[in-house]
C-alpha cells in the first residue's frame, strides 16, 4: 500500500517537539530526584539539631523540678501554629515535657532513637543523662511533600509554553528553509511543452540540488527529442513540396492531354489526390512552425489592418462569402505576431468555408476587446466531438476533405502566445452552425 506523503514541516515539528518533550520530562525527573535527597538530607540534619538543643534545655529545666514526674507543657509566647512538635519522655514513656501543640499519637508507646519516617511525621529521638531522658522531634511529611510538589510544578510549568513556541517555530523555520523549494516546484509546474529551458535551482538546500540537477537533464533530453522530431517534420514536409509540385503540374497535363473517358477520370482523381499530399505537407510545415513558439512581437499594431490584408488573400469565390465586423470606435491592437496569426485565421476561415453550410455567410468578429470569432452556419458538430476537435489527425464527420491539423495548428499558435481557442457548436446565438472564438492578448 502506498503511504500518504506527509509534510516535511510536521514531520519535523512533531517529531522535534516530541523529543524535546520526553527530553524535558526526563531531566525534570533527575532534578526531582536529586531535590529530594538533599532536601532530605538538609531537613533531616536541622531536626536533628533541634532536637539536640532541645534536649539540653529541657535536661536542665527537668532537674531543676522539685516534682521530675510531673509533665510540664511550654506556653507559646505567641499563639502560633507548630511546625516542629517535640515530646520529652522518660525511658518508661511517661510524659515530661512537651511542645504545646503535640499530637501523642504521632510518637510511639515507648521513645526510640535515631531517624524514623512513620505515616505522616518524620521523627528523630536523642537520649540524655545515661538513657534516663528521651526526647523525639516531629516534623510533618506533608510540608516536605509540598516543597518538592511546587518545585516539579515550577520545572514543568515551561512545557506549556515550549510545546506551542517549539511547534510554530519549528514550522516556520523550515517553511522559510523550503522557500526555495516551493519557488521552484512553482517554476517548474509553469513549464510547457514550449518551454523546456533549464529551471533555475536557487535557495534549494543540498538534499534536494541533486533532483533539480536530475530534472534540468531531462528537461535538456526532452528538449532534444522533441527539437529532433520537429526538424524532422518541418524538413520532411519541406522537401516533399517540390515534387509534389512536380507530380501535379505533371497530373494536370496529363488530364488536359487525355481524352474524355475513363483515363481523364483517373487522371482526375490522381491530380485530387496529390492536391491532398501537398495539403497535408503544407499542414505540417505550419504545424512544426506553430510548435516552435514564442509569437509575440514587440510593438503592437492595428489587428482590423491585418484581418483586412487577410480576407484580401482569399479567392473570389471566398470573398463574397466572408464577412469582417470591425470595431467602430478605435484600432484594436495586439502583440501576437502576424504570421503567426495569419496562419491561425487561414486555417479557421478555411474551416467555416469548407465545413460551413455552402453558400452561407461567414463572419468573422473583432470586438474592441480583441476577441476574434469566427462563425459560420451549418450542421451541429456532436458534443462528444468538440472537445477533441482541436487534436491532432482529429476530425468529425463532414464530407470535406482534410487532414485534421487545421484546428490544432490553430490551437497550437494560440496556447503558444497564451491564449486558447473555445469552439461553439451551435455557434453562440445560434440554432445550428460552429463558432470558434479566442481572446488575443
Ligand atoms: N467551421 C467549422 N464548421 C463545422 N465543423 C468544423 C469547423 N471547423 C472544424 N470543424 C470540425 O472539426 C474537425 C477538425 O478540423 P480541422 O482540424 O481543421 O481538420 P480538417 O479541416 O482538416 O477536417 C473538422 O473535420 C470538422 O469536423
Ligand atoms: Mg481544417
Redesign the pocket.
Known amino acids: 500500500m502506498k503511504s500518504r506523503p506527509i509534510s516535511l514541516q510536521r514531520r519535523l515539528g512533531v517529531g522535534l517537539t516530541l523529543g524535546l518533550v520526553v527530553l524535558w520530562l526526563t531531566i525534570t525527573l533527575l532534578i526531582a530526584a536529586m531535590l529530594t535527597k538533599t532536601l532530605n538530607k538538609a531537613l533531616d540534619s536541622s531536626l536533628e539539631e533541634v532536637a539536640q538543643r532541645m534536649l539540653s534545655l529541657a535536661v536542665v529545666e527537668i532537674l531543676n523540678r522539685e516534682t521530675p514526674d510531673l509533665l510540664q507543657q511550654v506556653v507559646a509566647l505567641h499563639p502560633h501554629d507548630e511546625y516542629i512538635t517535640y515530646l520529652v519522655r522518660s525511658a518508661d514513656g511517661t510524659p515530661l515535657l512537651q511542645s504545646h501543640a503535640v499530637d501523642a499519637a504521632i510518637f510511639p508507646a515507648k521513645p526510640q532513637l535515631g531517624l524514623r519516617t512513620r505515616a505522616t511525621h518524620r521523627l528523630y529521638g536523642a537520649s540524655a543523662v545515661s538513657g534516663t531522658i528521651f526526647i523525639e522531634v516531629a516534623e510533618p511529611l506533608a510540608s516536605r511533600n509540598q516543597a518538592l510538589r511546587q518545585s516539579l510544578k515550577l520545572l514543568l510549568l515551561p512545557l506549556i509554553f515550549l510545546i506551542p513556541l517549539s511547534l510554530l517555530g519549528i514550522w516556520l523555520f523550515v517553511g522559510y528553509s523550503l522557500g526555495g523549494v516551493k519557488t521552484y516546484r512553482d517554476a517548474l509546474e509553469a513549464r510547457g511543452a514550449n518551454d523546456l529551458t533549464p529551471v533555475a535551482a536557487n535557495n534549494l538546500p543540498t538534499e534536494i540540488l541533486p533532483i533539480a540537477e536530475a530534472v534540468n537533464h531531462l528537461l535538456a533530453r526532452l528538449r532534444f527529442t522533441l527539437e529532433a522530431e520537429r526538424s524532422f517534420t518541418a524538413n520532411s514536409a519541406h522537401e516533399l513540396r517540390t515534387p509534389l509540385a512536380a507530380a501535379l503540374a505533371q497530373a494536370q497535363r496529363l488530364r488536359h492531354e487525355v481524352p474524355d473517358g475513363s483515363l481523364k477520370e483517373r487522371a482526375i482523381r490522381i491530380e485530387k489526390s496529390l492536391g491532398e499530399l501537398a495539403n497535408l505537407s503544407e499542414k505540417l510545415l505550419q504545424l512544426a512552425k506553430a510548435d516552435l513558439g514564442g509569437f509575440l512581437v514587440e510593438a503592437p499594431y492595428d489587428l482590423g489592418q491585418i484581418l483586412g490584408y487577410l480576407l484580401g488573400e482569399l479567392s473570389l469565390e471566398a470573398k463574397a462569402r466572408v464577412k469582417l465586423f470591425l470595431p467602430e470606435a478605435k484600432p484594436v491592437t495586439s502583440l501576437v505576431d502576424p504570421d503567426a496569426l495569419a496562419i491561425l485565421m487561414r486555417?479557421l476561415i478555411e474551416?467555416?468555408l469548407?465545413?460551413?453550410a455552402a453558400n452561407q455567410p461567414v463572419e468573422v468578429h473583432l470586438t474592441i476587446e480583441g476577441v476574434l470569432r469566427v462563425v459560420?452556419a451549418?450542421p451541429i458538430?456532436p458534443a462528444e466531438d468538440m472537445q477533441h476537435?482541436t487534436e491532432r489527425f482529429?476530425?468529425?464527420?463532414?464530407l470535406?476533405s482534410?487532414?485534421?491539423?487545421?484546428?490544432?495548428i490553430a490551437q497550437t499558435i494560440a496556447l503558444g502566445v497564451g491564449t486558447k481557442l473555445v469552439l461553439y457548436?451551435p455557434a453562440k446565438g445560434r440554432e445550428d452552425g460552429?463558432e470558434?472564438s479566442l481572446k488575443l492578448p
Open positions: 486555417n474551416n467555416a469548407k465545413h460551413g459560420n451549418g458538430v476537435l482529429v476530425r468529425s464527420k463532414t470535406a482534410g487532414s485534421g491539423l487545421g484546428l490544432a457548436s460552429f470558434v
